[in-house]
């Protein structure tokens, strides 16, 4: 065997081994919607807070009439 195909062999049977040790969908915590809406708030919140000014937001109306531009 050359050694790409030994490498390749070795490598699938570690994955084989590995395999019964890895976590089932079972033993996955459930995702609580209520604790998600939360931080994604609190998240959005804190982006609102560190906006860039919009004083430095440039508008081309030639440029954006066109909507290919």
Not at 8 to 24: I, M, R
Not at 27 to 46: F, G, H, N, R, S
């Amino acid at each position: 065997m050359n050694p790409p195909a030994r490498s390749l062999s070795l490598l699938a049977v570690f994955a084989l081994l590995l395999t019964p040790t890895l976590p089932t969908v079972a033993e996955t915590p459930k995702i609580d919607a209520t604790e998600t809406l939360a931080l994604m708030e609190k998240a959005a919140d804190w982006q609102l807070a560190h906006l860039e000014p919009v004083d430095t937001i440039k508008v081309f109306r030639e440029e954006t009439r066109s909507p290919r531009s």
